[in-house]
């Protein structure tokens, strides 16, 4: 059993940043990210392969969300640039065994706790 322990969540203007962290008790192949809105499902947004190679982001945030990894530490990083106030839901840090599929709640084995991101208007 994998935990995963999200941090940096906050308050942010539009067009501010933030950077989150998910601290990983053990290793799995792919890391990801999804958020929730309030009364919205939750949604896929990022996700990177064990190495670090392969990076997958949804329309909405390409271009100004990148996820990254420190292999070492067992810990997934997205930079959250360009905010704006649809960004606002809680982020779920996410695991997986494969890369493929990666972009559906049931492709996920493993979720943090999730942490709230608001951006103000």
């Known amino acids: 059993q994998v935990q995963l322990v999200e941090s940096g969540g906050g308050l942010v203007q539009a067009g501010g940043s933030l950077r989150l962290s998910c601290a990983a008790s053990?290793?799995?192949?792919?890391m990801g990210w999804f958020r929730q809105a309030p009364g919205k499902e939750r949604e896929f947004v990022a996700a990177?392969?064990?190495?670090?190679?392969?990076?997958d982001y949804s329309e909405s945030v390409k271009g100004r969300f990148t996820i990254s990894r420190d292999f070492a530490k067992n810990t997934a990083y997205l930079q959250m640039n360009s905010l704006k106030p649809e960004d606002t839901a809680v982020y779920y840090c996410?695991?997986?065994?494969?890369?493929?599929?990666?972009?559906?709640?049931?492709?996920?084995?493993?979720w943090g706790q999730g942490t709230q991101v608001t951006v103000s208007s």
């Open positions: 996410a695991g997986s065994s494969g890369w493929s599929p990666r972009r559906e709640l049931a492709d996920v084995r493993y």
């Open positions: 053990g290793r799995t192949y792919t």
């Open positions: 990177i392969s064990l190495g670090g190679g392969s990076t």
